[in-house]
């Protein structure tokens, strides 16, 4: 007992009188030529001695970054940025190595002569990276500990889920339309990507990986399972193969195009109703068809939730009323527009959602709603017309579609539904 209470004086003692060697070592100094470069060094390392600070940065490293391919996804999943370029002690020539250990076991170790370097983590879980600054003053230190979490989501399907009718940025004067694809009409005011940057917030430790895929015109058979080798769900197998799992969210939008919107419109605006009967059954013992096939390929890919919407009518004014006396509809006949609401879109949303309950889907059925005083013709629209389209994006191609406030509307309700990833 003695022994360790004179081991504890001598303790404290020693660092009791620290400071007093320091005064009494420059008082020597003065002198002394032998003590002075010595206080010198003995300074100038406990200093060097100061602990490194190490940043990590996680994907995505920009705005623009989309994990639209495997490369994509190889490229960006589990890697991460790491620095001590802001160090003032790393400058001049020097070495840096770098070690990552997962759960006190090394899993890398590697030098570089510059001040950062990625690294792409094997598994997912808490890293710690200890980085070891060589330079002709010394050695400095540093350590740090990075949470590896990477979240997968993905949108595939139409134009509704790729957000026409909302180019990133509107045409003007001396400037065409930007979107994050031209081909495609994908926007960053589109629901699925509100969803995203909903995905980000939640979760701000994390990567998460976007895959947009939805594209302006797709249909089930051309754009989401095919062609082969070509298709959205192609790429979402991919990623799915390499990641080991599929997505925490996909969301989609099909059926618009397939039962036939664009072509029903113009039928409806000629007054060819009489025709229009045989058309939609034939087209709607297709579509139930190709919702099927969908179902199943999703089914394979395992995603952890799928967010699909209903589709929306146009044709409601300010007070909910039928309206087709805006210059969009021309004219239509009140009764042509009840009969197609009646089987066209009611029959199309019956379909995604008896699909969507059979396949465990988070079918959101309050979209319509969101329409429901916001038609076409409507004072208080929230459906682009001709007009905008082309004052827009330089095209008619966003007419019908959903404006961005509708967008935002929309991602709402399906973020107020999103299960902890």
Not at 12 to 20: A, M
Not at 388 to 412: K, M, N, R, V, W
């Amino acid at each position: 007992m003695f022994s360790i209470f004179s081991s504890f004086l001598y303790l404290f003692q020693l660092v009791n009188n620290w400071p007093r060697a320091i005064i009494f070592l420059w008082d020597e100094s003065v002198s002394s030529s032998f003590l002075l470069p010595l206080f010198n060094d003995l300074i100038q390392m406990l200093f060097r001695m100061s602990e490194l600070s190490v940043i990590a940065t996680r994907p995505p490293f920009n705005e623009s970054l989309f994990a639209n391919s495997l490369e994509d996804i190889r490229d960006a999943y589990g890697r991460m940025l790491l620095s001590v370029c802001d160090n003032p002690s790393v400058n001049g020539d020097y070495n840096v190595t770098w070690t990552a250990s997962l759960y006190s076991h090394t899993v890398k170790e590697w030098s570089s002569s510059e001040c950062s370097t990625s690294f792409i983590a094997p598994h997912q879980g808490e890293f710690t990276i200890s980085v070891q600054v060589q330079s002709v003053d010394g050695r400095n230190y540093g350590k740090s500990s990075i949470i590896v979490r990477d979240i997968w989501i993905a949108a595939v399907g139409d134009s509704f889920a790729s957000g026409e009718g909302n180019p990133d940025i509107e045409r003007g004067l001396n400037n065409s339309a930007e979107w994050i694809s031209s081909r495609c009409h994908r926007s960053r005011k589109s629901w699925p990507y509100r969803i995203y940057e909903a995905v980000r917030r939640q979760h701000p430790q994390s990567a998460v990986h976007f895959s947009y895929l939805a594209c302006t015109g797709a249909t089930v058979e051309s754009g989401v399972l095919g062609p082969r080798g070509k298709s959205q769900m192609d790429v979402l197998k991919e990623i799915t193969r390499e990641r080991g799992m599929g997505p925490d969210v996909l969301m989609l939008s099909v059926g618009g195009n397939d039962v036939g919107y664009a072509e029903i419109l113009e039928r409806l605006q000629r007054g060819e109703t009489e025709s229009l009967l045989p058309f939609l059954d034939w087209r709607f013992y297709y579509v139930s068809s190709q919702l099927t096939a969908l179902k199943e390929a999703m089914q394979r890919l395992e995603p952890s939730q799928v967010l699909v919407p209903l589709y929306f009518d146009f044709s409601r004014n300010e007070r909910g009323e039928i309206d087709a006396s805006c210059a969009d509809m021309h004219n239509i006949r009140t009764a042509d527009i009840a009969m197609a609401e009646r089987r066209v879109l009611s029959r199309l949303n019956s379909l995604i959602l008896k699909t969507g309950r059979e396949a465990g889907w988070t079918v959101e059925e309050r979209v319509p709603g969101v329409f429901s005083r916001g038609g076409i013709c409507s004072k208080h629209r929230l459906i682009r017309s001709i007009s905008d389209s082309i004052s827009i994006q330089g095209d008619p191609l966003g007419a019908f579609h959903p404006t961005e406030i509708a967008h935002s509307q929309i991602a709402d309700l399906f973020i107020a539904r999103l299960r902890p990833i």
